[in-house]
């Protein structure tokens, strides 16, 4: 499986927009990103998906560079309640393996 | 409806003694995840089932771990003889499917295990 690589740790001031970046270099071409969120105490929480195209749904946006080898997640208003770590991880589309793996993500504080 | 619910939410046992965790997964959803998940650390994949196959055990970190899952609905997973490292959140998760959108996994509020 493709490693990602994520910053440890990262600041936003509520209601502007929050960029969480990952590094994914050795991403193969039939390998998806995914990303997913784990607020303190509770489960990992599903985000956003993509394979090339960069992807928006109501939670967040995804772009994905055209190498594929870097993503980006948007938050485009962050709240308090997107205080959590982020976790970016790479799966093949094609059979071989289902399982994560996560690394140690991003802790996202947002600040009022 | 209903999500993914794990029991128990707490478990306190010594250094030794066998545990058993539930995991309760979404109606439906043919795929069930067992992850580990250390103080201050990321996931660690332990085992998923999908339908009649053969499970994934590749994560499983010793024979004192093991799972079962009785069809497409609860699965447990026992460590015997624990152990103080065995200490952690573990999370359960299913997913309607393994591809595509469906592939998307939904998680339990996880069973903190701690070994004394």
């Known amino acids: 499986d493709a490693k990602t690589t994520q910053p440890p740790s990262m600041d936003c001031a509520e209601g502007r927009a929050a960029n969480l970046p990952c590094n994914h270099s050795t991403i193969s071409g039939n390998e998806y990103v995914y990303w997913y969120r784990q607020i303190h105490s509770q489960g990992p929480q599903y985000i956003i998906h993509?394979?090339?195209n960069n992807e928006t749904n109501e939670m967040a946006s995804l772009i994905i560079t055209e190498d594929r080898k870097s993503s980006t997640l948007i938050l485009p208003h962050a709240t308090l309640r997107d205080t959590a770590v982020y976790y970016c991880i790479v799966r093949p589309t094609t059979s071989g393996t289902y399982k994560y793996i996560f690394g140690t993500g991003t802790r996202l504080m947002v600040l009022a | 409806g209903a999500g993914v619910s794990q029991s128990p939410s707490n478990k306190v046992t010594e250094k030794g003694k066998d545990v058993e965790l539930r995991c309760d997964p979404i109606?439906?959803?043919?795929?069930l995840y067992w992850y580990r998940q250390r103080l201050g650390q990321g996931l660690e994949f332990l085992i998923y089932f999908q339908g009649n196959s053969a499970p994934d055990k590749s994560g499983l970190p010793s024979d004192r771990f093991s799972a079962e899952r009785t069809g497409e609905s609860v699965s447990t997973l026992t460590i015997q003889r624990t152990q103080q490292e065995d200490s952690a959140v573990y999370l359960c998760?299913?997913?309607?499917?393994?591809?595509?959108?469906?592939?998307?996994?939904?998680f339990g509020p996880g069973t903190r295990l701690t070994v004394t």
């Open positions: 998760a299913s997913s309607l499917g393994l591809w595509g959108t469906s592939y998307e996994q939904y």
């Open positions: 109606s439906g959803h043919t795929a």
């Open positions: 993509g394979l090339k």
